[in-house]
């Protein structure tokens, strides 16, 4: 037992130590729930930011798995960015949150649409949660930027 409130104090004690948090909003005076927002930078493709909503609980073993992305360019986007991230259908996770205690997570994966020079960012819960998986997307297009190619140069 001594250990289980040790890990959850602890547990508590890192969440509030969030250096990507960048707001905090109350769900009410009765509530231990509030609404967090995230900042994220794509780690390859650093033109790029994401904020993320998410509900966080502080006296719960599992956070809701509800949340919100929205990301745009906010920097430069170069054609080497784009080389060196992972092209298949499936794409890159990269950001990962736990939401539980039970082994749900948050992830962010980013999948690049060829077709339409657009990398989406796709925000979603790795556990069923009331039937279904929540999830949500954000779209960065590349039109604009050092790493747009023409599209009579797009393959098929």
């Known amino acids: ?55 966080e609980a502080d006296l719960s073993f599992s956070d809701p798995s509800d949340s919100s992305i929205s990301c745009r360019q906010t920097g430069e986007i170069t054609a080497e960015m784009i080389s060196a991230i992972d092209k298949s259908a499936g794409g890159d996770v990269v950001f990962k949150k736990s939401k539980s205690v039970f082994f749900k997570n948050m992830k962010i994966r980013r999948i690049y649409d060829p077709r339409s020079q657009t990398l989406m960012y796709v925000s979603y819960s ?24 023409a599209p009579s140069a797009i393959p098929n």
Do not use: R
């Open 1 to 55: 037992m001594q250990k289980m409130m040790f890990v959850l104090g602890l547990s508590l004690f890192l969440s509030a130590c969030d250096n990507n948090e960048v707001g905090d909003i109350s769900l009410g005076l009765f509530t231990t729930q509030d609404i967090k927002l995230n900042i994220l930078v794509d780690p390859i493709v650093t033109g790029v930011t994401c904020h993320v909503a998410s509900i």
């Open 126 to 149: 790795t556990k069923e949660t009331s039937g279904s998986f929540k999830h949500s997307l954000s779209t960065v297009p590349l039109w604009g930027t050092k790493a747009y190619t």
